[in-house]
């Protein structure tokens, strides 16, 4: 893996994300791996930081695991790639079932954090929250985003996370 600058490869994360999704990853308390499917995502600089910025409804298994361990891992796939793996790590949940291992993806170790990556994605970021935070009702000042996203609420948090490294496969 050869370390690349976040920004410059952002374009096809971007790409992915629109385009069927990218995974993101988080470990639970014994280090396994959870994958879940994102469509959205920033890139931005907050701190004078690169920050890498995920939205994750409460709901989500991946919700907890972030909030537990502190880091997680944006794992983007070439375009139209792994199709089939985004569609099942964005209907099934961690709760009942080892995502990885249902689909046979391998995982090598994280580089600068604890999150272990995706071997068959070509784009991955490491990242450490520094903060989070959730959105409530009365801040969605769209009503069509309101009632188009959170008709019965679990509206997301968002958590914000450092990039630690981004490396491209
Ligand atoms: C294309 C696509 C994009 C998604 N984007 C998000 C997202 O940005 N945030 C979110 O909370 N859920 C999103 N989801 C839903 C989660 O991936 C889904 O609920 C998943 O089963 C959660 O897994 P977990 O319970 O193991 O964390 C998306 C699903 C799909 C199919």
């Not at 995974?23 to 907050?46: A, H, K, Y």
């Not at 907890?64 to 209907?91: D, M, S």
Request: proline share 8%.
């Amino acid at each position: 893996m050869r370390k690349v600058d976040p920004w410059e490869v952002f374009p096809q994360v971007q790409e992915t994300l629109s385009a069927g999704g990218a995974f993101l990853l988080s470990v639970d308390e014994g280090g396994r791996p959870n994958p879940m499917t994102i469509g959205w995502g920033l890139l931005g600089t907050v701190w004078y930081r690169n920050v890498f910025l995920v939205l994750v409804r409460p709901s989500r298994y991946s919700h907890g695991l972030i909030e537990r361990g502190g880091h997680f891992a944006v794992c983007v796939p070439r375009p139209g790639e792994l199709r089939e793996a985004l569609e099942f790590c964005g209907t099934r949940s961690g709760r009942e079932l080892d995502k990885v291992e249902a689909l046979g993806l391998g995982v090598t170790p994280g580089r600068a954090g604890p999150v272990p990556l995706l071997a068959e994605c070509n784009l991955h970021y490491e990242c450490r929250v520094v903060t989070h935070t959730s959105l409530s009702p009365e801040d969605i000042l769209s009503p069509e985003i309101s009632s188009k996203y959170y008709p019965t609420g679990d509206l997301h948090s968002l958590f914000f996370g450092e990039i630690l490294a981004a490396w491209r496969q």
